[in-house]
């Protein structure tokens, strides 16, 4: 069976902070894949940065604008009702994954509404498989469009604030349902192994996020400037940054960081800088689109981020991508991208000094960081380039469909 229509399911898409979801549908268009995009809600216009995320937006279809139209979520139920037996398993289902307690129970039917819904509209486009990104609410609705319908889904689980509540996710269930699990680091898979039936263990294979290195070029590296882009929240690590920035202008009188993206903490981490004395050195931009991310890159010398809980960060691959070095912290799968003195530095989570440190470093030794940009570069392009990546995936829903019994193996640094 060729795969030619698949349909990609997420909470919000297209979104700022997701970017590595769309290129990865831009990517599977361009091995020839039909790729419809729906969102569970519709994004804000807040989170939608430049005219390609606005038209991709436009023709996403939201499955809640839909099902609040009262005669289409009749009609769609009533299509799943002319088969009983799958209808009620399905409600069944929705009833027995749901997280304890009303509310709970309560958003789960929810789901199984909005699952209805989607079902329909992925049968009438003629969608031969469904992948979803984030294994949370969107993905309970995935399960349930294949509980219904019978449309095989795959999902892509990253973490790691799903492993810090498994259960209530159901991850185990989803794991088992699915085709297969695209797993975006090794840590990642073994925090699914601890949570899932071994028996399914094999069809959990290694994805990697991606991006697209001709996007970016090097750096002039002239030992001058620090760029974060993120969100701006209490995860990222940001209040560490720019609490150590004050020492670092001591020896880097020139030095200035900037900011890019948005979130909660905006206000607060503004007036931190503030009282740090930072305001001429130290810039808020807020949102950019990936061509401002890239250009912003192209005139960076160090990138740094001091996060608490990531998975494998795509502003890191982005970064790596542009030649530029990072310092970030020795979390999750973090490891696996950012090689320890050769394509940036690790650092201990929330240790201010030894983030200095590793900074100061950098900015002292203009061939060192020209080096492990370099090397930064050429481990993007192998083992995290979205078109590699891409083709990798369809290869599994490619494998899956031929034969559901399938176990491919991923080829690690093939050519292009």
């Known amino acids: 069976m060729t795969l030619q229509k698949l349909a990609y399911l997420t909470g919000e898409y297209p979104r700022a902070s997701d970017t590595f979801i769309q290129r990865e549908v831009a990517a599977l268009r361009e091995i020839g894949h039909e790729v419809l995009t729906c969102s569970i809600r519709t994004t804000g216009a807040e989170h939608l940065v430049g005219q390609e995320q606005r038209e ?132 990642c898979r073994s925090q699914l192994m601890c949570f899932a039936d071994q028996s399914h263990w094999d069809r959990f294979h290694i994805v990697h996020c991606g991006v697209d290195p001709l996007r ?75 061509d401002e991310v890239a250009e912003a890159l192209m005139t960076t010398d160090v990138f740094v981020l001091p996060s608490f809980a990531e998975g494998v960060p795509v502003v890191l691959m982005e970064a790596m991508a542009a030649g530029v070095p990072v310092v970030t912290t020795q979390i999750a799968g973090v490891p696996e991208l950012v090689k320890q003195a050769h394509t940036g530095f690790l650092v201990p989570p929330g240790d201010g000094p030894a983030l200095a440190e590793a900074v100061d470093r950098l900015l002292q030794d203009n061939s060192e960081r020209m080096a492990m940009g370099d090397l930064a570069r050429d481990t993007v392009d192998i083992e995290y380039n979205v078109r590699r990546e891409a083709r990798w995936l369809s290869d599994l829903m490619q494998s899956y469909a031929a034969d559901p019994q399938a176990r491919p193996k991923k080829r690690r640094g093939f050519a292009e």
């Open 56 to 187: 991709e937006h436009a023709r996403t279809f939201k499955v809640l604008d839909a099902a609040k139209n009262p005669l289409r979520l009749i009609r769609s139920h009533l299509r799943w009702l002319r088969r009983p037996a799958r209808y009620l398993s399905a409600l069944k289902l929705a009833w027995q994954t749901a997280p304890k307690g009303i509310k709970g129970r309560l958003y789960n039917l929810f789901y199984f509404l909005e699952a209805g819904v989607l079902a329909a509209h992925l049968r009438d486009q003629g969608v031969q498989h469904l992948h979803n990104h984030i294994a949370k609410a969107s993905c309970t609705v995935a399960m349930l469009v294949n509980a219904l319908s019978n449309l095989p889904y795959s999902f892509t689980i990253h973490g790691p604030d799903i492993f810090f509540a498994p259960d209530h996710w159901r991850i185990d269930e989803k794991a088992a349902r699915a085709r297969f699990v695209a797993c975006i680091s090794d840590y």
């Open 216 to 290: 970016y070029t090097a750096s002039p590296h002239q030992g001058e400037s620090l760029l974060f882009v993120g969100r701006l929240a209490a995860v990222k690590g940001v209040p560490i940054l720019l609490d150590v920035l004050p020492d670092l202008l001591k020896t880097h009188p020139k030095l200035t960081l900037t900011l890019i993206g948005d979130g909660p903490d905006r206000a607060a981490l503004e007036q931190q800088a503030q009282t740090l004395g930072l305001g001429d050195c130290v810039t808020f931009l807020g949102y950019r689109n990936q």
